[in-house]
């Protein structure tokens, strides 16, 4: 589902978002110097890099179920082990690690509550799963101004909205339907600043997640009209805008 791009396609669609996301997620992993880490779903490496600042290269593990993603994230830190697999299947033994963390990646899961419960089986007893999703539902994701725009004039189609982890306390509730305890709910706050709007709207025609997707088969008219309709609810450059993010940090208390 609109991972089937270039990494630097990513990069310019999310990345701007996901590198702050991710020091906001590892600030709160309790991360020590000696605890090993997965990224699961780490795409071209955003939280990878931060876990490795912190715990070094050798400690940090990934997986990334995008062929494309795998070699952006393994040219960009050739010093971690960075695997081609899906969360519901880690190519790891169980009790591998002390923290596994998920962003931006539970409501691409064919299946949230396996995925989790095998985050939960590679990491120790007395470690922490952690996982965050944008706040679509709520309309403050980075995408808001997008979906409500294409609600506008295009009420048939469907948004994030009803993704996995997408509305307050859902992330909780996958977590405990996967045996973590002592589960923990937070909200992360993140702001990205443009310098005009093409640099806002571009990264929308690149194929990217489902926005991406439903860019490319507008036809010329369509994909302008949803541009200036955009660009009317926005402020006027150079803005700033912030968006939130679910989070959640589940406890493991017993291999799985």
Do not use: K, N
């Not at 952690?130 to 948004?159: E, H, I, N, Q």
């Not at 996995?164 to 305890?181: F, K």
């Not at 507008?218 to 402020?235: M, N, S, W, Y």
């Amino acid at each position: 589902m609109g991972f089937d791009v270039p990494a630097d396609a990513y990069a310019q669609f999310m990345g701007r978002w996901s590198e702050s996301l991710a020091v906001r997620l590892a600030d709160r992993l309790e991360l020590r110097r000696g605890m090993r880490a997965l990224d699961v779903g780490c795409g071209p490496g955003a939280l990878t890099a931060v876990l490795v600042d912190r715990l070094g290269a050798d400690a940090v593990s990934a997986v990334e179920p995008s062929a494309s993603f795998v070699e952006a994230a393994r040219a960009r830190l050739p010093e971690v082990d960075v695997r081609h697999a899906a969360a519901e299947d880690l190519p790891f033994d169980t009790s591998s690690f002390d923290r596994a963390a998920a962003q931006l990646v539970v409501h691409f899961m064919a299946d949230p509550v396996q995925g989790l419960r095998e985050m939960a089986r590679v990491v120790r007893p007395g470690g922490l799963v952690a996982a965050s999703v944008w706040d679509y539902a709520s309309g403050t994701s980075p995408l808001s101004t997008f979906w409500t725009t294409v609600a506008r004039l295009d009420p048939a189609t469907t948004d994030e909205s009803g993704s996995a982890g997408a509305r307050e306390g859902e992330l909780a509730e996958l977590m405990t339907s996967a045996g973590l305890s002592d589960i923990e709910s937070l909200r992360l706050e993140v702001t990205s600043r443009f310098a005009s709007l093409d640099e806002w709207w571009r990264p929308y025609t690149y194929g990217v997640w489902p926005a991406g997707e439903y860019v490319a088969r507008l036809d010329e008219r369509r994909r302008a009209e949803l541009r200036d309709v955009c660009a009317a609810l926005l402020p006027d450059p150079p803005f700033e805008l912030s968006a939130g993010a679910w989070a959640a940090l589940g406890r493991v208390t017993q291999p799985a």
